[in-house]
């Protein structure tokens, strides 16, 4: 009987944000499977729930029973479906999923039914000080071979300090007026309409910086530009204003970075409020979770787009891109770049070529983890002040 011996949760910052990876060790010689626990801003809560809680529960039991042992995860703490416990969850359970690749001597796209399509088409980062900056940035890309590109003027260079109507002693944080974000937006998008036509595919990201009256207005005024979509125009706790804007406007919209469980995602895709689906797979449990969103999605016509920014290892990466050849409603896969420091940390990485991103066809997820490697970028001390953001008065802001 094959039996888990070890679970150990790894922090390593090769590329400036610390990360977290999950080994999951067996008593057969060789075999173990390596899982992307990361939840940047509370890795030391997540790792300690991996080594402390989940570790000697799972200890002697059988690693291919990964259904059974995803639900024991989940209801073992009887609190569920938060982002600390579901990362630890969903970093063990795509462990589990590379050691299930393992013994079969596949790659996990063929355990999930085989390929769909050949690569997944990935969207790049055009952002930038002005629009001339985003354009330059977007024109690059273009000429790479990349079709999908996210623009964005980001709300400080919107709103720069000069510009600010402040109170005479302000909290710390990034002021903004999310009114100027709202307008030098649409002009950017304008501009690079102009310049580039309407062969490349655009995305923005809103990351709830309006509040819903000015977001469905910006969405309105974006509708001309034909975005590809425009993602988290609303905060979850706000997510019934999407009612108020499906009735009114025709731009795609994308949803779901900050969700934990089903009970945040099925009613707007039953609803059919959202167009795709931007979950990320560790912070909802998983491979087994995440795949379960995906047919559920189909099912609504709704096309998913995981969340994959560049506070994730490539494992986690590759394990989207798995799904994303595996299902048949895939719409983009984000991708943030890697460098040097991070593939030499994870051999193994998915490869770029004109614009799809393509895993290698090795057992597992096919991503190695260099301890030694990782060892020489340790844990950094971070100061997250990108979701301190404020208005001009130093109330906060959603980020």
Not at 23 to 49: E, K, M
Not at 225 to 247: A, M, Y
Request: with cysteine.
């Amino acid at each position: 009987m094959i039996k888990i011996t070890d679970i150990r949760a790894t922090i390593t910052c090769p590329d400036d944000m610390n990360i977290i990876v999950v080994r999951v060790d067996t008593n057969q010689p060789g075999l173990y499977g390596l899982g992307c626990a990361t939840y940047a801003q509370r890795c030391w809560a997540v790792a300690a729930d991996i080594e402390k809680h989940i570790r000697p529960l799972l200890i002697g039991r059988d690693p291919r029973n990964i259904q059974d042992l995803w639900q024991m995860m989940h209801v073992n703490g009887y609190w569920r479906n938060g982002p600390v416990v579901n990362s630890a969850l969903g970093g063990i359970d795509m462990a589990l999923w590379d050691i299930q690749g393992k013994l079969a001597g596949m790659p996990v796209y063929q355990l999930l039914g085989g390929k769909c399509r050949e690569a997944a088409a990935v969207y790049r980062y055009a952002a930038g000080a002005d629009k001339e900056a985003v354009l330059e940035q977007a024109q690059r890309w273009w000429s790479e071979g990349y079709h999908y590109i996210r623009c964005q003027i980001l709300p400080k260079y919107c709103s720069p300090e000069s510009t600010l109507w402040r109170t005479e002693h302000p909290n710390d944080g990034f002021h903004c007026d999310p009114l100027k974000y709202l307008r030098t937006n649409v002009q950017m998008f304008e501009y690079i309409r102009e310049k580039m036509g309407f062969d490349v595919q655009l995305l923005h990201d809103a990351h709830e910086r309006l509040l819903p009256s000015d977001a469905l207005r910006f969405a309105k005024e974006l509708e001309p530009i034909r975005l590809f979509f425009l993602e988290d125009l609303f905060s979850p706790e706000q997510g019934e204003s999407l009612r108020r804007l499906r009735v009114q406007c025709a731009t795609p919209i994308a949803q779901g970075e900050l969700f934990v469980g089903p009970n945040d995602w099925l009613h707007l895709v039953k609803d059919r409020l959202i167009d795709f689906m931007r979950v990320h797979p560790s912070m909802i449990g998983g491979i087994s979770a995440a795949i379960r969103c995906a047919h559920v999605c189909e099912a609504f016509g709704v096309r998913m787009a995981w969340h994959g920014p560049i506070d994730m290892s490539p494992i986690g990466h590759a394990a989207q891109m798995h799904m994303d050849l595996a299902i048949t409603n895939f719409g983009v896969q984000e991708w943030p770049g890697m460098n040097d420091a991070m593939r030499d940390v994870f051999p193994g990485t998915p490869e770029l070529r004109n614009g799809y991103g393509y895993v290698n066809n090795e057992p597992g997820f096919g991503v190695g983890f260099n301890e030694a490697a990782a060892r020489k970028y340790p844990y950094r001390e971070v100061d997250w002040l990108w979701t301190q953001y404020r208005n001009q008065d130093s109330t906060m802001l959603w980020p």
